[in-house]
Structures are given as C-alpha cells and as structure tokens.
C-alpha cells in the first residue's frame, strides 16, 4: 500500500517568513495530493490540493508542487501569519483508480513566531 | 447543512465493553470514511465506504465493524474495547469531482478506554 512521509514533524517560523513542508510517497499510482490543516482540538480542513497532471498550484499565500519522478511534495506558506500556527498533513491517493484509500503523512506542528 | 456531525463527543469505556460512535452527513455525499488520530502518527484510516451497502477496510481495521444501510449514516463499532483504542476518531465523507475530492471531517469523538 501507499505510505506516506512528511518531514519536518516540528518547525517554528518567524512571523512574516516563508514555511516549507515537504511529503514523499511510495506509490506511484497515487495522482491526487491534498493537504489539511488542524487547528488546536478542530478537525482537519482542506487547504489545498494537486493533482499529478499539474506540477504546481497556488491559492494566495499558499502554493504546493509536485516532482513525480521523485515522488515527492511541498507546501510552501509565504508571509506567514499567527492564524497559520496548525498541524499541517499531507496525503495521497489514486484518484479514479478504484483505491479509494486516503493515506495521510505524520503531520507537521507549525509556529508562528510573533 | 450540518455537515458531518459525530456523537458521543467523548465517551470513557472500560476494557472489554462495546460501542457505537455515531456519523451521519447531509450533504448526500457517497464517500464516508473513519480515521483514528495519535500523536505523531497523523490520520489512520480504519474503514471506508463508497455507497450504501458497501465497505472496506483501511490501514487499521482490527477491533471495528461498519455498515452502512443508508447514504446518510456510517456508525463505527467497537466490539469489544482495549486500551489500544484510547484516541481521537474522525467521521468522514467527501464527493468527487472531475478534479479531485473535497474531504469534510466531523469534530471528532475523544475515546478513552480504561
């Protein structure tokens, strides 16, 4: 099956400076790649998600790109604010491929840095 | 809408007891999913199912049963509870689109078995 890893686990950022999580995955079937974000005892809400036919995707002050040859994924926050101090997760699945098993990474504690 | 809407919010069991957290939606979505959350171990998909009559099992699904007779409701039994199962359980469901999936999670039941 697909598994998922996400590193940093921990990263504290300076209000104002850029914040980057970066996701690998085993499967190379998977084609579609959101990410959640989890604010202290909330669930997880999507923030943005690629799919494989697009290398690169931005919504404001958020972007993630994909290598498919390298199997893996980033989520890039520019400008970044006390409101983005959150768990963020990626994850992976094969869109359309009959597996509709959603495979989450670990999980990245972001802090903002008034 | 309610959206996805979970019962108990927390609930203490003892070893050995059974239960059943409750998931319903009202967004007529297809897909509905439970997933467990640990401390640095990110979502773990326990079961899933694609429609009314149909289920699957996910990463973890040892010690569950599903059903799901309805769009509407998706209720996770825990048969017979252990201290292993002591976490944070999400309900969700999503619908897809021709580019990809939009995943709404329930607030989340905090079980605690003693």
């Known amino acids: 099956g697909e598994n998922v890893e996400q590193h940093p686990s921990t990263l504290s950022v300076q209000e104002g400076d850029s914040a980057v999580i970066k996701c690998t995955y085993s499967?190379?079937?998977?084609?579609?790649f959101p990410w959640y974000k989890q604010e202290l005892g909330k669930r997880p809400q999507l923030i943005i998600d690629?799919?494989?036919?697009?290398g690169e995707k931005k919504d404001q002050r958020i972007a993630v790109t994909l290598n498919k040859t390298a199997k893996h994924f980033s989520l890039h926050i520019t400008e970044t604010q006390p409101e983005d101090s959150a768990v963020y997760f990626c994850?992976?699945?094969?869109?359309?491929?009959?597996?509709?098993?959603?495979?989450f990474g670990t999980g990245t504690r972001l802090t903002i840095i008034p | 809408n309610a959206g996805v809407t979970q019962t108990p919010k927390f609930q203490v069991l003892k070893t050995g007891q059974s239960m059943t957290l409750q998931c319903a939606q009202d967004?007529?979505?297809?897909?509905m999913s439970w997933y467990r959350q640990d401390p640095g171990m990110g979502l773990r998909l326990i079961h899933y199912?694609?429609?009314?009559?149909?289920?699957d099992q996910g990463e973890v699904p040892n010690g569950y049963n599903v059903s799901r007779s309805t769009t509407e409701d998706f209720p996770l039994r825990l048969l017979s509870a252990a201290p292993s199962q002591t976490s944070v359980y999400f309900c969700?469901?999503?619908?897809?689109?021709?580019?990809?999936?939009?995943?709404?999670f329930g607030p989340g039941t905090r079980l605690l078995v003693l």
């Open positions: 690629i799919r494989s036919n697009v």
């Open positions: 967004m007529n979505h297809e897909y």
């Open positions: 499967d190379s079937a998977s084609n579609y």
């Open positions: 969700a469901s999503s619908y897809q689109t021709g580019r990809g999936e939009t995943q709404y």
């Open positions: 994850a992976a699945k094969e869109y359309g491929g009959g597996n509709e098993k959603l495979t």
């Open positions: 199912s694609v429609g009314a009559g149909i289920t």
